[in-house]
């Protein structure tokens, strides 16, 4: 830095409105934060390319394509697609989101944003809006594979998309409340991880909702992604999803997302 | 003069128990480059952050530009830059998205290519923050404050963990940005900063202005002794100077001789030194600096926690 002069600045264009630029600024915001999502080989491996790695070895492996008795008469595809589908917003939501967010709040991002015009919910709101079409882009992806592999496409393809928007929102909330009770971001992970597995085990990962036992399936029905598999797997059926289910996984989007509006703090 | 451009009237900020800030009043006029010193702990960044709408007050009076900082918070904003002193940005998010992302949050925004140019962060418009030394996050933090062409800027230890030759660049460019005509609330711990820089000053100590003037008149204010060190030419008694009624003492480190006195000790040393055919070599005289009217001012031995790298500018003594 030889030069330092500050030069009066070149005249602005006439104010685009105030409307106009808020807009133009939360797109170029989500955009930002996008770029940012895709410059992390961690997210990009993890939400992304895992589970349509998934869904294409599942469906081009012969034998999961036929009913099986073990999977309660339904070929595991069709048993892991609905779970996959749920994997990538939980990853998202609840590995992905609170890790970034509470590192912003840990660097200060979000309180210099507070110093603009832009008031840093945008962030939140950007943040969201690009986890939940990253959620929805890769579902379809694996929608496809799965029904050209096969898989029976959902018949209740309304009630389906219901369920798949009440997931998002549960887990959002889920990642939400992550985020306002973490401090750090090394708190968020932690939490996350704590929180990950436990739902992928009752969205039934591990264990097939159809083996539990009966205290297990019972938990696995009050649990957002349990309640997620059986309002999913009843629109592949051609049914609406159960309303049980369906008031689970708006019970955890409504508490978990109040609970984090109150807690969450901005520093 | 006009309106000041910030008002601070009795502000008062408790943290629970804890009071950051007690008591503080100034104004900040046009066009000039205010300073906020005081020891770490002081309350500087709580009063900057209260003025700059990020906390609200408990007490006393705020005005930016005439607007409440918290309750005209929309039009503030907009006319207002500030450089937070602790605020990163994501690591991989690179330099001239920063600039671009920040320049379209405002409705009149400067050139932000131009400002990269003018920072000397143009080669670097596609490093990652992340990759950045200090003393670039520092000039791209600054451009964050600059971007939205405010009409002020707060900037709360902007030269602190950096290198000597990077502090003198910004201090530059403070001063040209000063010289288009943006009124600077300036936060800092160096002396030497506040000395080069600011037109005036308040001391701030324990959430209180403990003194507010010209860096100058702060400094001629303080009866400070003269610290006058030389080597004589040929062996003197100590009783010859200490004599004097300006000088207080007398002491030696080898041959060195160190005199302290009053303002005018200087003249009736040099006078006495010359009377007895003594010439004085390696003759250093040490004035008082803001440095010795801080410490007069908050009784501090030290400027508390000088950061992780640096300590500020001292003098020798
Ligand atoms: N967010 C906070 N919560 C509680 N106490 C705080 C907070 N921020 C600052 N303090 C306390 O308030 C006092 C003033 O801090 P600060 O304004 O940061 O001082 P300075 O900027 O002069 O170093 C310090 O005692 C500090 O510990
Ligand atoms: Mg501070």
């Known amino acids: 830095m030889t ?41 990009v491996v993890w939400t992304a390319l895992l589970p349509i790695v998934a869904v294409v070895v599942l469906g081009i492996v012969p034998g999961t394509r036929h009913a099986s008795r073990s999977f309660g008469g339904l070929s595991p595809l069709q048993v892991y697609v609905p779970i996959l589908m749920m994997y990538v917003f939980l990853m998202a939501a609840v590995n992905m989101l609170p890790a970034v967010l509470s590192s912003y709040r840990e660097k200060g991002v979000l309180r210099r944003l507070s110093t603009t015009p832009v008031p840093p919910g945008r962030l939140l709101g950007a943040q969201g809006l690009i986890y939940l079409g990253l959620g929805v882009v890769i579902d379809v992806v694996i929608l496809v594979v799965a029904t050209v592999c096969g898989a029976p496409a959902p018949r209740q393809f309304g009630g389906f998309v219901v369920s798949l928007l009440l997931v998002a929102a549960a887990t959002l909330g889920i990642g939400m409340l992550i985020t306002a009770i973490a401090k750090t971001e090394r708190i968020a992970n932690a939490l996350g991880l704590v929180t990950f597995f436990p739902l992928m085990f009752f969205a039934g990962l591990w264990i097939p909702r159809d083996k539990m036992n009966v205290p297990l399936r019972t938990i696995s029905d009050y649990s957002p992604l349990g309640a997620g598999v059986r309002a999913l797997q009843a629109s592949i059926a051609g049914h609406w999803p159960p309303t049980a289910a369906l008031l689970v996984l708006a019970g955890y989007a409504i508490v978990c997302g109040f609970a984090a509006s109150r807690m969450f703090r901005w520093e | 003069m006009s309106v000041p451009v910030i008002e601070v009237e009795r502000l008062r900020k408790q943290y629970g128990e804890r009071t950051a800030v007690a008591d503080v009043s100034f104004s900040v006029n046009e066009g000039e480059i205010f300073g906020i010193l005081g020891p770490n702990g002081a309350g500087k960044t709580t009063t900057v952050e209260c003025i700059g709408g990020l906390r609200r007050a408990d007490g006393g009076r705020l005005r930016v530009l005439g607007l409440d900082p918290v309750g005209d918070r929309s039009r503030v904003v907009a006319e207002l830059g500030v450089q937070l002193q602790h605020s990163e940005l994501p690591p991989n998010l690179k330099v001239g998205e920063a600039l671009r992302l920040y320049s379209s949050f405002y409705e009149r925004p400067a050139d932000w290519r131009e400002l990269l140019e003018v920072l000397g962060l143009g080669p670097q418009a596609g490093t990652r923050y992340g990759k950045l030394s200090g003393g670039q996050q520092q000039r791209l933090s600054i451009a964050l404050a600059l971007v939205g062409n405010p009409r002020v800027a707060i900037l709360d230890e902007l030269t602190t963990g950096l290198d000597p030759a990077a502090r003198r660049d910004t201090w530059e460019l403070i001063e040209s940005v000063r010289d288009r005509g943006v009124t600077i609330l300036l936060v800092t ?101 803001l440095d010795d009217a801080f410490l007069a001012i908050t009784g501090r031995d030290e400027v508390a926690d000088p950061g992780p790298r640096v300590r500020p500018l001292r003098h020798d003594r």
């Not at chain 2, 060190?229 to 009624?245: G, Q």
């Not at chain 2, 010359?274 to 390696?282: D, F, M, N």
């Open chain 2, 189 to 289: 711990h160096f002396m030497a900063e506040a000395e080069r820089l600011c037109d005036r000053v308040a001391v701030i100590d324990t959430g209180r202005v403990v003194a507010l003037d010209t860096p100058a008149e702060l400094t001629a204010r303080l009866d400070v002794q003269q610290r006058i060190r030389f080597v004589p030419s040929v062996p003197i008694e100590d009783s010859l100077l200490s004599e004097l009624p300006e000088v207080e003492s007398v002491s030696r480190r080898g041959d060195e001789v160190l005199v302290v006195g009053g303002a005018d000790a200087l003249a009736a040393v040099a006078a006495r030194l010359a009377r007895q055919g003594v010439l004085a070599h390696r003759l250093r005289v040490e004035q008082p600096s």
């Open chain 1, 3 to 43: 030069t330092v002069a500050y030069p009066a600045p070149t005249p602005a264009p006439a104010p685009a409105g105030a409307m106009a630029v808020r807009r133009r600024a939360f797109w170029l915001l989500a955009r930002t934060e996008a770029l940012l999502f895709f410059r992390n080989a961690g997210s």
